[in-house]
């Protein structure tokens, strides 16, 4: 039997289904809302405060806009868990982020109401503004609404958009901007110091840190950051509504219903609380619980307690180096946390840079501070360095600048699903020229390759790791040419070169095989880019190279073996085995691993198929 909470929510099976209520109906409704978000979130992990805090928000926003035909447009898209429940997708939410279930972004193929996929941020003005023009190129009455946060707002996308969207005074794009302070972190630069000046003016916001300011100086303070607000984005040309309370569900609609009546692009600035409603995520103020790991609700404490991380061993080596290096500095794209850079730059805060969610500025301010004669680390997300392709290329690499890029959660992530795997980067970094990449296998090997990293002044560096939990140590019987060997069989049928935590696998797959009588020797290339020479020095003692990579294969580190191979004049033929070239839905990373046969019974597997028998018998020692 369905409760009464079950039985509001499965009533609301389209937007329209939410005009008849009043607003006490409503009422009730977010707080449903609020209390399954929680329950799901704390199951199954995934983006908890700012969905919490956007409840009255997207109610508003499909009371007022008639989506389909309306585009609402979420930048990230993080925030669309209540946009899901309130088009049809509330009775599947105890499927959020698992195999087959609802993703934790839009999904086209979920519903007509989604638009975009895409979960990086800065982009919703910029598909704002086609959708826009493309409605009037075809003739069609529709308005466009952008979703961006304060945050967002920190990338240059979101102002080259701005740019263009004002450029046409008549064509509806109504960007709302859900200001709640935060990205990952408290909102870094300039304008968001403009509009910390506002957010206390208004009543649903949260209260400032330190003593509470008097009444007249919150009025002051807000009446001047809107005065600021107003000329800024009338200096696009664009027409200002706000501040509005994002809990007031009345004031939300009455403005956004004035911006609709307009006609043209309007701002409508609406300051909310990440977490609302949930005191463990308002309190939470290292991230208001931004993206948990499944928790128990009455806490908000994680169900277990997990091993060493990637990150964590990252960090601490990384504030270790610092300690000795003054020449050292770090910048990050608005996730000081997730990568461990805050704490490893604690004690040297005027070193660090948060430059907020704007990637591209990250490395060529990096160029430019290592042209300065500083050596600057630049930590992102495997995935979001990709959007600084360019700029790694062009300002950093053909100046041959000493930029050292971390590249966390690598190769395949998981439950964020397709946009968050960070599977292109050996492929698509390792084409630019004097780029040396490393894939540590353990936290000994990362604690070395970024020592090495932060050595090398000659030209680029990046050191990737996936996410999770720290493997077991892997100790090398020995070292050669930068080369560490991690397991010799006799004879010579296979060489396995295992890049990164891969090599974990590839020992056990080397236990298969030695037992059914192969001869398989495994290297981990410690810098697979480029190819060391050790391996191509190597190979012609092979009937098979295996290349065992955590990212594509199409222009992969096999690849790369195969082509150095080649052009030594050696025949000994290449087998890659990595990440296939597609998009790869949610799942576990374990899980998604098995299904591409990279685990150590896959790679036996496969190494049987290409060889068929062993050279002899008997297994070698």
Same mark, same amino acid.
């Given at each position: 039997?369905?409760?009464?909470?079950?039985?509001?929510?499965?009533?609301?099976?389209?937007?329209?289904?939410?005009? @008849?209520?009043?607003? +006490?109906?409503?009422?009730?409704?977010?707080? @449903?809302?609020?209390?399954?978000?929680?329950?799901?979130?704390? +199951?199954?992990?995934?983006?908890?405060?700012?969905?919490l805090?956007?409840?009255e928000?997207?109610?508003?926003?499909?009371?007022?806009?008639?989506?389909?035909?309306?585009?609402?447009?979420?930048?990230?898209?993080h925030?669309?868990?209540?946009?899901?429940?309130?088009?049809?997708?509330?009775?599947?939410?105890?499927t959020?982020?698992q195999?087959?279930?609802?993703?934790?972004?839009?999904?086209?193929?979920?519903?007509?109401?989604?638009?975009?996929?895409?979960?990086?941020?800065?982009?919703?003005?910029?598909?704002?503004?086609?959708?826009?023009k493309?409605?009037?190129? &075809?003739?069609e009455?529709?308005?466009?609404?952008?979703?961006?946060?304060?945050?967002?707002?920190t990338?240059?996308?979101?102002?080259?958009?701005?740019?263009?969207?004002?450029a046409?005074?008549?064509?509806?794009?109504?960007?709302?901007?859900?200001?709640?302070?935060?990205?990952?972190?408290?909102?870094?630069?300039?304008?968001?110091?403009?509009?910390?000046?506002?957010?206390?003016?208004?009543?649903?916001?949260p209260?400032? @840190?330190?003593?509470?300011?008097?009444?007249?100086d919150?009025?002051?303070?807000?009446?001047?950051?809107?005065?600021?607000?107003?000329?800024?984005?009338?200096?696009?040309?664009?027409?200002?509504?706000?501040?509005?309370?994002?809990?007031?569900?009345?004031?939300?609609?009455?403005? $956004?219903?004035?911006?609709?009546?307009?006609?043209?692009?309007?701002?409508v600035?609406?300051?909310?609380?990440?977490g609302?409603?949930?005191?463990?995520?308002?309190?939470?103020?290292?991230?208001?619980?931004?993206?948990?790991?499944?928790?128990?609700?009455?806490?908000?404490?994680?169900?277990?307690?997990?091993?060493?991380?990637?990150?964590?061993?990252?960090?601490?080596?990384?504030?270790?180096l610092?300690?000795?290096?003054?020449?050292?500095?770090?910048?990050t794209?608005?996730?000081?946390?997730?990568?461990?850079?805050?704490?490893?730059m604690?004690?040297?805060?005027?070193?660090?840079?948060?430059?907020?969610l704007?990637?591209?500025?990250?490395?060529?301010?990096?160029?430019?501070?290592?042209?300065?004669?500083?050596?600057?680390? /630049?930590?992102?997300y495997?995935?979001?360095?990709?959007?600084?392709?360019?700029?790694?290329?062009? @300002?950093?690499?053909?100046? &041959?600048?000493?930029?050292t890029? %971390?590249?966390?959660?690598?190769?395949?992530?998981?439950?964020?699903?397709?946009?968050?795997?960070?599977?292109? !980067?050996?492929?698509?970094?390792?084409?630019?020229?004097g780029?040396?990449?490393?894939?540590?296998?353990?936290?000994a090997?990362?604690? !070395?390759?970024?020592?090495?990293?932060?050595?090398?002044?000659?030209?680029p560096?990046?050191?990737?790791?996936?996410?999770?939990?720290?493997?077991a140590?892997?100790?090398? $019987?020995?070292?050669?040419g930068?080369?560490?060997?991690?397991? &010799?069989?006799?004879?010579?049928?296979?060489?396995?070169?295992?890049?990164?935590?891969?090599?974990?696998?590839?020992?056990?797959?080397a236990g298969?095989?030695?037992?059914?009588?192969?001869?398989?020797?495994?290297?981990?290339?410690?810098?697979p %880019?480029? %190819?060391?020479?050790?391996?191509?020095?190597?190979?012609?003692?092979?009937r098979? %190279?295996?290349?065992?990579e955590?990212?594509?294969?199409?222009?992969? /580190?096999?690849?790369?073996?195969?082509?150095?191979?080649?052009?030594?004049?050696?025949?000994?033929?290449?087998?890659?085995?990595?990440?296939s070239?597609?998009?790869h839905?949610?799942?576990? &990373?374990?899980?998604?691993l098995?299904?591409?046969?990279?685990?150590?019974?896959?790679?036996?597997?496969?190494?049987?198929?290409?060889?068929?028998?062993?050279?002899?018998?008997?297994?070698?020692?």
């Open positions: 039997m369905l409760d009464n909470r079950q039985d509001r929510l499965l009533g609301i099976q389209e937007p329209a289904d939410l005009r @008849d209520l009043d607003y +006490r109906s409503l009422e009730v409704l977010a707080q @449903d809302i609020r209390e399954l978000i929680i329950s799901s979130v704390a +199951r199954t992990g995934g983006h908890l405060g700012a969905n805090g956007v409840v928000l997207t109610l508003a926003l499909h009371r007022v806009f008639h989506s389909p035909v309306d585009r609402i447009v979420f930048d990230t898209g925030q669309a868990y209540v946009h899901k429940m309130l088009t049809g997708r509330a009775d599947r939410f105890d959020l982020r195999p087959g279930g609802i993703s934790g972004y839009p999904a086209r193929a979920e519903s007509v109401h989604d638009l975009v996929e895409n979960s990086h941020a800065s982009t919703a003005l910029s598909y704002a503004d086609g959708l826009a493309a409605a009037e190129l &075809r003739g009455r529709r308005c466009v609404v952008a979703v961006v946060g304060d945050g967002a707002l990338g240059g996308m979101c102002w080259e958009a701005l740019n263009n969207i004002a046409a005074r008549r064509r509806p794009v109504v960007i709302v901007v859900n200001d709640n302070g935060r990205s990952y972190a408290p909102t870094p630069g300039r304008l968001a110091a403009i509009f910390r000046h506002v957010r206390p003016s208004v009543r649903s916001a209260p400032p @840190d330190g003593p509470a300011p008097s009444a007249i919150l009025l002051k303070e807000g009446f001047e950051g809107t005065q600021v607000l107003q000329e800024v984005f009338a200096g696009f040309g664009l027409t200002y509504l706000g501040p509005v309370p994002g809990h007031d569900l009345p004031a939300l609609e009455q403005t $956004l219903a004035r911006a609709r009546e307009l006609g043209g692009p309007v701002v600035h609406v300051v909310t609380r990440k609302s409603g949930y005191p463990p995520a308002e309190e939470d103020a290292e991230d208001c619980l931004h993206s948990p790991p499944p928790f128990d609700p009455p806490t908000g404490q994680p169900l277990r307690r997990t091993g060493a991380k990637w990150t964590a061993a990252f960090s601490a080596e990384l504030r270790e610092a300690t000795g290096r003054p020449d050292l500095v770090v910048i794209a608005a996730m000081p946390g997730p990568t461990g850079t805050a704490a490893a604690a004690d040297r805060p005027d070193h660090f840079f948060d430059v907020g704007a990637e591209q500025h990250a490395v060529t301010s990096a160029a430019g501070l290592a042209m300065g004669g500083m050596h600057p680390v /630049v930590a992102v495997s995935t979001f360095l990709n959007r600084a392709f360019d700029q790694v290329l062009l @300002d950093v690499g053909l100046h &041959r600048l000493p930029v890029f %971390v590249a966390d959660r690598a190769g395949i992530t998981g439950p964020d699903g397709p946009s968050h795997h960070g599977i292109w !980067d050996m492929a698509v970094f390792g084409i630019v020229p780029m040396r990449i490393a894939a540590p296998r353990d936290a090997t990362l604690r !070395d390759e970024l020592r090495e990293a932060l050595q090398i002044s000659t030209g560096t990046l050191v990737r790791f996936p996410t999770g939990e720290l493997p140590s892997l100790p090398a $019987l020995r070292g050669t930068g080369t560490d060997l991690l397991y &010799r069989s006799l004879p010579d049928d296979v060489l396995v070169v295992a890049v990164g935590p891969f090599a974990h696998i590839a020992v056990e797959a298969l095989l030695t037992e059914r009588g192969y001869g398989v020797t495994v290297v981990d290339p410690r810098w %880019v480029p %190819v060391p020479d050790e391996v191509v020095r190597m190979a012609p003692d092979f098979m %190279v295996l290349v065992v955590d990212g594509v294969r199409t222009g992969g /580190v096999g690849d790369a073996v195969a082509r150095a191979l080649r052009d030594a004049g050696v025949p000994t033929p290449v087998q890659s085995m990595g990440v070239n597609e998009w839905p949610q799942a576990p &990373r374990a899980e998604i098995r299904r591409l046969g990279l685990t150590g019974d896959g790679l036996a597997r496969r190494v049987t198929e290409c060889l068929g028998s062993p050279r002899r018998s008997d297994p070698g020692t």
